[in-house]
């Protein structure tokens, strides 16, 4: 199984709401990453886990907030979110720490009204 | 900011014909990768090239490094529409894990 999946594919939130982001593989990747991307733009790295632990935050607002239950889960908790928060989030994995050969899911399409 | 700096932003070609992308960087890289990205859907990497490799193929493509000039190019081979898709270049900086992605070149091939 090479597939990373990712829980909702569309999400729309107002900017009270708190909902959560989900990512799954069962590679048995030992690393986990989460991008936001915007439209015609190149994905940009948020967080990185490694052995389910925190090693990259890249100075990503509190709004959003990273949690790796095991190491096949990823989430991504949303709360207090802007409009220019709408965004495509992507889940990725990779066998190797170094970012090398990352296998993306197809993304959640996040909309904050 | 982005490491990566791709050209050309758009590509419109034939199916059949070459496409060419190039990309820069800034800093020192133990390896460089390509993704491809299919409209609105996640990246699948197509290829790596090491840092103390200067050419690299995988069926239709062809990956060239140039770390004197910082640079790397991506040809794709008798283009086909399915090949259609954003293509970004993707370094991680030495010793660490951060990846940064190239602005990406958009590719159309038309039938």
């Known amino acids: 199984d090479t597939e990373v999946t990712q829980t909702p594919k569309h999400l729309v939130m107002g900017m009270t709401n708190k909902k959560s982001l989900k990512c799954e593989q069962h590679?048995?990747?030992?690393?986990m990453y989460w991008y936001k991307q915007k439209a015609k733009k190149p994905p940009e790295l948020m967080f990185v886990?490694?052995?389910?632990?925190?090693?990259i935050n890249e100075s990503v607002p509190s709004r959003f907030s990273p949690e790796c239950p095991n190491s096949s889960l990823l989430n991504l908790h949303l709360h207090a979110l802007q409009p220019e928060d709408s965004a495509l989030y992507l889940c990725a994995s990779s066998q190797g720490l170094a970012g090398v050969e990352q296998y993306f899911g197809p993304g959640t399409r996040l909309t904050v009204t | 900011s982005q490491q990566g700096e791709e050209d050309p932003q758009a590509l419109s070609i034939q199916e059949g014909e070459n496409a060419t992308m190039n990309c820069s960087y800034k800093?020192?890289?133990?390896?460089l990768q390509w993704y491809r990205q299919n409209s609105g859907r996640g990246l699948v990497h197509l290829i790596l090239i090491r840092s103390n490799e200067r050419e690299k193929h995988s069926g239709r493509l062809r990956v060239t490094l140039d770390t004197s000039k910082k640079s790397s190019s991506l040809l794709i081979t008798a283009s086909r529409a399915a090949d259609t898709a954003s293509y970004f270049c993707?370094?991680?900086?030495?010793?660490?894990?951060?990846?940064?992605f190239g602005a990406g070149t958009r590719l159309f091939v038309k039938a």
């Open positions: 800093t020192s890289i133990n390896n």
């Open positions: 590679m048995g990747h030992r690393a």
């Open positions: 993707a370094t991680v900086n030495t010793g660490g894990f951060k990846t940064i």
């Open positions: 886990y490694s052995y389910e632990k925190l090693s």
